[in-house]
């Protein structure tokens, strides 16, 4: 049956049932006003405004937006001290050698927070003091980032501050790293210096890529319309009319060149971006106007007819090489294919207003290796959500045996195996075996101050030993004072368990001054004030929590907790009636005058109490 129904051409009629549904939906699609009309991927309004939402936005992109860009997984201190072990590696391989130089550069591009920067410097430090070596004393980090304002967070939330006279914060573009290192590093000096490593932790996923589709001679690429998402009244959210907005987008784009949007449009155009959806199509394009363009038709020719070509990371890649010692190692931590296969899924991602692209692995890999100039090296298995890979000129072996001992699957699996089994324990309410694994996670991740915070409030909440616990989050903050609004919540917490009502309330502030939008905070910063009696902002503070949560997840208990506060509000009320009552009842025997009777206010106080009886058995 079905067979034959594949077979089945269209008849006249179905063809023309199918033709007009197509063209139902083709109406239903094209319905969205368009503010900027097809042009390739990189150059749309799109990428150029998720990118400069990062560069303006800095830090809070990941600490403060309701759906923060993620970042513990580079920054939680595990990443940083394998790169550390590696560049210690490489460096104790160079002094042997006799080829290390006095003073030793590193470079990271893309810092975010600088929490990795700040551990590896940690890691590092103590590698040297372990095996004294005097690496660490002429070591000098340059922390780059193209956004002054993620600079400009790193060095207010003091995250450097453990390492003075060891860092230095620079504005670099990693699409053209040289143009802004060549005072630190000399160039074009008598004694230019070269950096020893280099780290790209989800940041050359930023540059510009393309999307190209080859079949035979033909070759699209990618191209993105944007316009107003759909159901989206414009004028209920900004006083700039469409017009104006395809205006501002004109502007944008004339300044392509720069891929810089001018400031004004782009400070509008970024109010209300949040208001955009993209379309997209594949359009003919001339490879060989795109950086590397012919290389990348022949890959796709040779593997796969549609490719993800980061020509942006290629571009970076080249030119960090270029101020590479011989011997030294650029290590990227990315996400993306790892497989030659098609690009499935080509929408670029979204995190908060941010654009990005995973990388093409495979094409990486195939470039840098083709001239057999360079060493392209890959873990022996693949772990699950980051890749990382080196590549240099002439690593040394134990740069390499150490980049693969430290960042394959196994010694990942290593590091989370007790963690994971310590959560398993803990769900069925196994305490003590939960406590012995997290003992153990915490040996293998002792900086990992998001599992701090995760057994601080295991031992807040589940073996109530409140001191422990806040003992806990107090290692977690001195580890990271600054960039986790979750630490300041879970030492709220714990001091409010203790019913140190005032610091706790103190602490919750903490924490909502670092992100206004932990749901968390709010949630406990209610029973605070609950507790002093102050129910209205109580209440305030849960309706805020609500319109943060999620109502699958967090409505219930928000509801409850809600309902706490309404029985003592409840309670508050029918003391103030009695106390009113109280007051009237003796002006009334004073006065031997017939007003409120005693019945009337009893009657008002058993209706409260009633109400209070039902808001208590919802609030339990
Ligand atoms: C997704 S974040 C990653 C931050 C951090 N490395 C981490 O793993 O959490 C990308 C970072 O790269 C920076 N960035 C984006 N484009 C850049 C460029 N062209 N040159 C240098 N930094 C760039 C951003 O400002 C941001 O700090």
Same mark, same amino acid.
Not at 234 to 252: G, I, N, P, Q, W
């Given at each position: 049956m079905s067979t034959t129904l594949a077979r089945m051409k269209p008849t006249s009629s179905t063809k023309h049932i199918n033709t007009s549904a197509e063209a139902v939906l083709a109406k239903a699609q094209s319905g969205r006003a368009v503010i900027q009309d097809f042009v390739p991927l990189a150059d749309s309004l799109e990428w150029n405004l998720g990118q400069q939402y990062l560069r303006e936005r800095g830090n809070k992109a990941f600490l403060s937006d309701a759906r923060p860009v993620p970042f513990v997984i580079n920054n939680d201190g595990t990443l940083s001290r394998n790169a550390a072990q590696v560049f210690f590696a490489s460096c104790l391989a160079a002094d042997k050698a006799g080829t290390l130089e006095a003073d030793i550069y590193v470079l990271e591009l893309g810092i975010g927070v600088g929490l990795f920067a700040r551990y590896f410097l940690d890691a590092f430090r103590d590698l040297c003091v372990e095996h004294d070596k005097d690496y660490y004393g002429r070591l000098c980090y340059i922390a780059g980032d193209h956004s002054k304002q993620m600079l400009l967070d790193a060095a207010r939330h003091g995250v450097?501050?453990? +390492?003075?006279? +060891?860092y230095l914060l620079r504005e670099v573009d990693a699409l053209d790293p040289a143009k802004y290192l060549r005072a630190d590093l000399g160039l074009g000096g008598e004694q230019p210096r070269s950096v020893r490593a280099v780290f790209l932790n989800y940041v050359i996923d930023c540059l510009p890529p393309a999307v190209l589709e080859v079949d035979g001679d033909t070759v699209k690429q990618l191209c993105v319309r944007t316009c107003i998402a759909r159901n989206i009244k414009l004028e209920k959210h900004t006083d700039l009319t469409l017009a104006m907005l395809v205006e501002r987008a004109k502007s944008a784009a004339q300044a392509d060149g720069t891929r810089s949007v001018p400031a004004t449009a782009r400070q509008e155009l970024l109010e209300v971006y949040g208001l955009f959806a993209s379309e997209y199509d594949y359009r003919e394009v001339d490879p060989t106007k795109l950086p590397h363009g012919e290389f990348a038709v022949e890959y796709a020719r040779k593997s796969v007819k549609r490719v993800l070509h980061n020509y942006g990371a290629i571009q970076s890649l080249e030119r960090l090489l270029g101020l590479l010692h011989a011997e030294g190692f650029i290590l990227i931590n990315d996400y993306g294919q790892t497989k030659k296969s098609d690009v499935q899924d080509f929408e670029h991602q979204r995190f908060s207003l941010t654009t990005a692209m995973g990388l093409n692995f495979p094409l990486l890999r195939a470039f840098f290796e083709k001239s057999g100039t360079y060493r392209w090296v890959e873990p022996l298995e693949e772990t699950e959500s980051i890749h990382a890979r080196l590549l240099g000129r002439q690593p040394a072996m134990e740069t390499i045996v150490g980049f693969v001992e430290c960042f394959g699957k196994a010694e990942r699996d290593r590091i989370e195996e007790p963690l994971k089994k310590a959560r398993e324990c803990q769900k069925v309410g196994r305490f003590e075996l939960a406590a012995d694994l997290y003992r153990k996670a915490v040996q293998l991740q002792p900086s990992n101050w998001m599992l701090l915070c995760e057994v601080a409030h295991f031992l807040i909440?589940?073996?109530?030993?409140i001191k422990a616990g806040l003992d806990m989050v107090k290692v977690g903050l001195r580890i990271n004072p600054t960039c986790s609004s979750e630490l300041w919540t879970a030492l709220a917490n714990g001091l409010h368990e203790f019913g140190r009502y005032e610091e706790a309330e103190q602490a919750y502030l903490r924490a909502l001054q670092l992100n206004a939008k932990d749901r968390r905070a709010k949630e406990g910063l209610a029973g605070v004030l609950a507790q002093k009696g102050d129910y209205g902002g109580a209440l305030k503070m849960i309706a805020e929590a609500f319109v943060l949560a999620n109502p699958g997840e967090n409505f219930d208990e928000l509801l409850r907790k809600q309902n706490q506060i309404l029985v003592k509000l409840a309670r508050q009320m029918q003391m103030d009636y009695l106390l009113l009552a109280n007051l009237i009842s003796r002006h009334v025997s004073d006065a031997t005058q017939p007003t409120m009777s005693g019945a009337a206010a009893r009657q008002r106080e058993e209706s409260s109490g009633s109400s209070i009886t039902a808001l208590e058995s919802r609030a339990t």
């Amino acid at each position: 049956m079905s067979t034959t129904l594949a077979r089945m051409k269209p008849t006249s009629s179905t063809k023309h049932i199918n033709t007009s549904a197509e063209a139902v939906l083709a109406k239903a699609q094209s319905g969205r006003a368009v503010i900027q009309d097809f042009v390739p991927l990189a150059d749309s309004l799109e990428w150029n405004l998720g990118q400069q939402y990062l560069r303006e936005r800095g830090n809070k992109a990941f600490l403060s937006d309701a759906r923060p860009v993620p970042f513990v997984i580079n920054n939680d201190g595990t990443l940083s001290r394998n790169a550390a072990q590696v560049f210690f590696a490489s460096c104790l391989a160079a002094d042997k050698a006799g080829t290390l130089e006095a003073d030793i550069y590193v470079l990271e591009l893309g810092i975010g927070v600088g929490l990795f920067a700040r551990y590896f410097l940690d890691a590092f430090r103590d590698l040297c003091v372990e095996h004294d070596k005097d690496y660490y004393g002429r070591l000098c980090y340059i922390a780059g980032d193209h956004s002054k304002q993620m600079l400009l967070d790193a060095a207010r939330h003091g995250v450097f501050a453990n +390492h003075p006279g +060891h860092y230095l914060l620079r504005e670099v573009d990693a699409l053209d790293p040289a143009k802004y290192l060549r005072a630190d590093l000399g160039l074009g000096g008598e004694q230019p210096r070269s950096v020893r490593a280099v780290f790209l932790n989800y940041v050359i996923d930023c540059l510009p890529p393309a999307v190209l589709e080859v079949d035979g001679d033909t070759v699209k690429q990618l191209c993105v319309r944007t316009c107003i998402a759909r159901n989206i009244k414009l004028e209920k959210h900004t006083d700039l009319t469409l017009a104006m907005l395809v205006e501002r987008a004109k502007s944008a784009a004339q300044a392509d060149g720069t891929r810089s949007v001018p400031a004004t449009a782009r400070q509008e155009l970024l109010e209300v971006y949040g208001l955009f959806a993209s379309e997209y199509d594949y359009r003919e394009v001339d490879p060989t106007k795109l950086p590397h363009g012919e290389f990348a038709v022949e890959y796709a020719r040779k593997s796969v007819k549609r490719v993800l070509h980061n020509y942006g990371a290629i571009q970076s890649l080249e030119r960090l090489l270029g101020l590479l010692h011989a011997e030294g190692f650029i290590l990227i931590n990315d996400y993306g294919q790892t497989k030659k296969s098609d690009v499935q899924d080509f929408e670029h991602q979204r995190f908060s207003l941010t654009t990005a692209m995973g990388l093409n692995f495979p094409l990486l890999r195939a470039f840098f290796e083709k001239s057999g100039t360079y060493r392209w090296v890959e873990p022996l298995e693949e772990t699950e959500s980051i890749h990382a890979r080196l590549l240099g000129r002439q690593p040394a072996m134990e740069t390499i045996v150490g980049f693969v001992e430290c960042f394959g699957k196994a010694e990942r699996d290593r590091i989370e195996e007790p963690l994971k089994k310590a959560r398993e324990c803990q769900k069925v309410g196994r305490f003590e075996l939960a406590a012995d694994l997290y003992r153990k996670a915490v040996q293998l991740q002792p900086s990992n101050w998001m599992l701090l915070c995760e057994v601080a409030h295991f031992l807040i909440y589940a073996l109530r030993d409140i001191k422990a616990g806040l003992d806990m989050v107090k290692v977690g903050l001195r580890i990271n004072p600054t960039c986790s609004s979750e630490l300041w919540t879970a030492l709220a917490n714990g001091l409010h368990e203790f019913g140190r009502y005032e610091e706790a309330e103190q602490a919750y502030l903490r924490a909502l001054q670092l992100n206004a939008k932990d749901r968390r905070a709010k949630e406990g910063l209610a029973g605070v004030l609950a507790q002093k009696g102050d129910y209205g902002g109580a209440l305030k503070m849960i309706a805020e929590a609500f319109v943060l949560a999620n109502p699958g997840e967090n409505f219930d208990e928000l509801l409850r907790k809600q309902n706490q506060i309404l029985v003592k509000l409840a309670r508050q009320m029918q003391m103030d009636y009695l106390l009113l009552a109280n007051l009237i009842s003796r002006h009334v025997s004073d006065a031997t005058q017939p007003t409120m009777s005693g019945a009337a206010a009893r009657q008002r106080e058993e209706s409260s109490g009633s109400s209070i009886t039902a808001l208590e058995s919802r609030a339990t």
